[in-house]
C-alpha cells in the first residue's frame, strides 16, 4: 500500500483502515511510504517502531520537513504489518531532475525486493509514481483518486502524467461517478466506484433526547473546507435573536489563526469554539443539533458519513465531485446548498434550528450510511475487487 505518510488525514485513514482488515484477513501487507509523519494513525498489528536516532536495528527515514528520524522497521508486532520509506535522505540527493529519476529508481529497488502481488496506491503524484516504477516490474498496480480528480491532477504536469500512466493500471477506484467521468473513455473502463467505510466507533444507537444548541464542523482549518463562509452565515443568525447557540470546529489547520481573528471582527468570538484535534470525535458531536460541511471541494467525505451515521441532521455543500450529492437526498437525508452560498448556508441552518420535527427527521434518515458504508460491506467490495484482479493475472500466467 503506497501513500505519502500516515499523517492524520482522510486519505490515510482509509488506507489504515484497508491494511488493518487485508492483514486480518490472511494477506501479507506493507506500507510503501515516502516519510514519516510527526502525527500519524496508530495501526495495529505494526512491525516497525519509531526509536531514538543510532539505535540498534533502525533505519535512518525522513520525516514530511526532510529532517532524519530513525525507525526500527521489525521493533514491533513480528509477522505484522510492514512498512518500508521511499524517500531520498538529504545525502542521497542531487538536483530536481536527477531527484526524480533517483526517487524512480529507489522505488523500483524496492518493489523488485518486496515482489507484490499488487500494489495500491493513492492520491495524485504517488499514483503516477506507482505506475511508472511497478509496472515496469509486471507487478498489478491500483490506483486510487481519493479526492476530486481535478484537485489532484490541477496542473498540466499532473494531467500529462496521469493520461500517460493511467492506462498501464489493472483498476483506478474512485469514489463518486461524477469523479468517474473526468477520465477519458480509455481510463473510465477501468475505474470501478468503491466508498469509504464508517469508522467502527461511529456506528452506534442515534442519540435520543435534548440536543444542544450547537452546530458542528470536523475537517482541517484550511479554505477549501471553507469555515469562514459559514462563520459569517453564522454571525447573522446570532445576530437574529439565536444568541445561545454555538459553533464549535473540530480540526486544526493554517486557517486557525485567520478564523479566529475573523470570529472576533464578526462579534461572535464568544459564539465559536475552537476545539482543535480530539480523540474520539463521536461523543464530542453526537449531541449536537446539525453538523456542517461546507467544502469547495470534497471526494467521499468522511466527516459527512460519519455524522450521517450518528444520525446527526447534516448541511453540505453540493461540491465536487459530487460525494455529498451522492450521500445526501436533499430534504430527506440531509441538506445540500451551493458551493460558497452564504445566503443559502444561513438559510439552511435555520430550517433546522426552526423547525426541529424535520431535523429530527432528517437525522433518523441519515442513518441508512450504517448499512450501506459498514466496514463489513465495504471491505468485502475491496476484498472482491482485489482477488477478481489477482484471479487475471493468475489466469494470464
Avoid at 501479507?28 to 511510504?33: A, D, L, N, S, Y
Avoid at 466506484?193 to 470536523?218: C, T
Avoid at 450518528?310 to 441538506?335: F, V
Wanted: contains cysteine; hydrophobic residues 40%.
Amino acid at each position: 500500500m503506497y501513500i505519502g505518510s500516515l499523517q492524520k488525514g482522510g486519505a490515510e485513514r482509509v488506507m489504515v483502515n484497508l491494511a488493518e482488515y487485508f492483514w486480518s484477513q490472511g494477506y501479507k501487507v506493507t506500507f510503501v511510504t515516502t516519510y514519516l509523519a510527526h502525527e500519524e494513525y496508530q495501526v495495529e498489528h505494526a512491525c516497525w517502531k519509531v526509536v531514538p536516532a543510532g539505535a540498534d536495528g533502525a533505519t535512518l527515514a525522513c520525516d514530511t520537513e526532510e529532517n532524519p528520524v530513525w525507525v526500527n522497521l521489525e521493533g514491533d508486532e513480528k509477522g505484522g504489518i510492514r512498512r518500508v520509506f521511499s524517500a531520498l535522505l538529504k545525502e542521497e540527493q542531487k538536483s530536481r531532475a536527477a531527484n526524480l529519476k533517483l526517487r524512480k529508481e529507489k522505488l523500483r529497488k524496492i518493489w523488485k525486493e518486496l515482489k507484490p502481488d499488487i500494489v495500491l496506491s493513492f492520491i495524485g503524484k504517488n499514483n503516477i509514481m506507482a505506475l511508472s516504477t511497478a509496472t515496469r516490474e509486471d507487478i498489478k498496480v491500483v490506483v486510487s483518486v481519493r479526492a476530486d480528480p481535478y484537485m489532484e491532477y490541477d496542473t498540466k504536469a499532473l494531467k500529462t502524467g496521469m493520461l500517460m500512466t493511467f492506462g498501464k493500471a489493472a483498476g483506478v477506484v474512485v469514489q463518486t461517478t461524477q469523479a468517474e467521468k473526468f477520465f477519458p473513455a480509455y481510463i473510465r473502463r477501468k475505474c470501478t466506484i468503491l466508498p469509504n467505510s464508517i469508522n467502527p466507533s461511529f456506528i452506534r444507537k442515534r442519540y435520543v433526547g435534548e440536543r444542544e444548541k450547537s452546530i458542528v464542523m470536523v475537517g482541517r482549518l484550511d479554505e477549501n473546507k471553507n469555515q469562514a463562509m459559514v462563520m459569517e452565515a453564522f454571525s447573522e443568525i446570532v445576530r437574529e435573536g439565536f444568541s445561545d447557540y454555538k459553533l464549535k470546529l473540530y480540526g486544526d489547520g493554517p486557517d486557525r489563526l485567520k478564523l479566529q481573528r475573523l470570529a472576533v471582527s464578526l462579534g461572535i468570538g464568544s459564539n465559536v469554539e475552537f476545539a482543535g484535534n480530539v480523540e474520539h470525535v463521536a461523543e464530542h458531536i453526537e449531541k449536537a443539533a446539525m453538523f456542517v460541511l461546507a467544502s469547495s471541494q470534497e471526494g467521499m467525505p468522511n466527516a459527512l458519513i460519519e455524522a450521517m451515521s450518528l444520525g446527526l441532521p447534516c448541511i453540505s455543500t453540493d461540491c465536487p465531485c459530487g460525494g455529498p450529492r451522492d450521500l445526501i437526498e436533499d430534504g430527506k437525508t440531509g441538506l445540500l446548498v451551493p458551493v460558497a452560498d452564504k445566503d443559502a448556508m444561513k438559510m439552511a441552518i435555520l430550517r433546522l434550528i426552526k423547525n426541529k420535527e424535520m431535523a429530527d427527521k432528517i437525522g433518523q434518515n441519515a442513518t441508512y450510511v450504517q448499512g450501506e458504508y459498514s466496514p463489513e460491506e465495504v471491505n468485502r467490495k475491496w476484498k472482491e475487487y482485489f482477488e477478481e484482479i489477482l484471479a487475471k493475472k493468475k489466469g494470464k500466467a
